[in-house]
């Protein structure tokens, strides 16, 4: 009998899943789905949660929020970092925010909101590492970068590098460990984090900054719709102190 209600409780949380997911007339339209891609590698912009296997960090939290304000609710794919714009291309997602980078280059292909992070890279090696300190240093040395990033194109730039290219973040720093590469090119916030909340042992972070560089969602180049209204939810949340409070929550204090 305790098994036949419990399976009876089962059903009708599924059906009232269901219903929740599928309603459209009685609430409102408040459920129109936004479609994101990200590159669940990134921590703290975007990875996942070791228990509850939920996607987590700054761009999902913001993302969640932007989309809430625009009415919908954002449904976060985990697509691989060079495969994100073609996902756009493609129409599979809505937009991006996977700690992206707003380029001239990729400004030919996707329509960017309007910046939401500033960034820049930095350089992490291995701890007894003393021949390398700065960018230039990196001539004639093995370089990890993850594949099709800011940090590829940078590092390709140097003299007689040698490049290799990661599908992740987290394969660049296994790289470097292995002592497969001399060192890594990664954006500066999530370097940091790397280094000093996920207890990181046998590396340091660099603090010479390489560029200066900003984030954008991206979206396709004929959505000019979605971006205004991203824009608008984006300046919204800065008024009313949301984007304040999503920020300390995972990089504390003021904003850089
Ligand atoms: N900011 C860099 C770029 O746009 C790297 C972003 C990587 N993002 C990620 N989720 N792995 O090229």
């Known amino acids: 009998m305790k098994k036949f209600f419990s399976v009876a409780a089962l059903l009708m949380v599924t059906v009232l899943t269901l219903v929740g997911c599928g309603g459209t007339a009685d609430n409102g339209g408040n459920n129109k789905v936004l479609k994101v891609g990200s590159t669940i590698d990134f921590a703290p912009f975007e990875f996942q949660d070791e228990t509850n296997k939920e996607y987590q960090g700054f761009d999902m939290d913001l993302i969640r929020a932007v989309a809430k304000e625009m009415g919908m609710t954002a449904e976060v794919q985990n697509i691989g970092f060079d495969g994100l714009i073609p996902a756009l291309q493609a129409k599979n997602i809505d937009i991006v925010i996977s700690g992206m980078t707003i380029t001239d280059e990729r400004k030919e292909n996707v329509l960017f909101s309007e910046p939401y992070y500033d960034s820049g890279l930095t350089i992490v090696v291995r701890d007894g590492e003393e021949s390398i300190k ?12 993850q594949i099709g990033t800011t940090s590829g194109d940078e590092v390709h730039k140097i003299a007689g590098v040698e490049v290799k290219e990661f599908n992740t973040v987290a394969d660049c720093f296994m790289e470097l460990k292995a002592m497969g590469v001399d060192a890594v090119v990664n954006d500066r916030p999530v370097n940091d984090y ?3 909340k996920s207890g990181a042992t046998g590396v340091k972070e660099l ?7 900003s984030y954008g969602m991206a979206m396709t180049k004929s ?3 979605l971006q205004t209204k991203v824009n608008d939810a984006l300046q919204k949340l800065k008024d009313n102190g949301e984007y304040q409070k999503i920020y300390e929550k995972w990089f504390g204090g003021v904003e850089k």
């Open 194 to 196: 790397y280094i000093s």
């Open 223 to 225: 959505n000019t719709e």
């Open 134 to 145: 700065t960018f230039n240093d990196l001539a004639g040395r093995k370089v990890a970068v």
């Open 207 to 213: 603090s010479e900054r390489l560029t200066s560089e």
